[in-house]
Nanobody, 125 residues
Framework: QVQLVESGGGLVQAGGSLRLSCAAS????????MGWFRQAPGKEREFVAA????????YYADSVKGRFTISSDNAKNTVYLQMNSLKPEDAAVYYC??????????????????WGQGTQVTVSS
């Protein structure tokens, strides 16, 4: 069992920045990948970014490429999402997700076994 705790959400003006953090904990767990998804009211949960833990390979949704950066501190079992140039359409609840073992598809929610509780990001225009 892996517990994920997110932090860093809040209210920001359009064009501003936020940094989300997600710390993973549990007894003797492995990590293949961690990712970020978001869900706006009335919409499906959508992929934002993912990071392959050992290789450091990153993946981004087209809508956030060049603005968001996913990174990790493997020693702390923590993944970050630096969000710059935020737009009103980025507003959503952001969820951290954890994949313990290999899986091909890291851009779909079904690829992850554990989820955080979510953190709200609000972007004012």
């Amino acid at each position: 069992q892996v517990q994920l705790v997110e932090s860093g959400g809040g209210l920001v003006q359009a064009g501003g920045s936020l940094r989300l953090s997600c710390a993973a904990s549990g007894r003797s767990f492995s990590t293949y990948a961690m990712g970020w998804f978001r869900q706006a009211p009335g919409k499906e949960r959508e992929f934002v970014a993912a990071l392959s833990w050992n290789s450091g390979t990153t993946y981004y949704a087209d809508s956030v490429k060049g603005r968001f950066t996913i990174s990790s501190d493997n020693a702390k079992n923590t993944v970050y999402l630096q969000m710059n140039s935020l737009k009103p359409e980025d507003a959503a609840v952001y969820y951290c997700a954890h994949r313990p073992v290999y899986f091909s598809y890291l851009t779909v929610p079904a690829g992850y076994s554990y989820w955080g509780q979510g953190t709200q990001v609000t972007v004012s225009s």
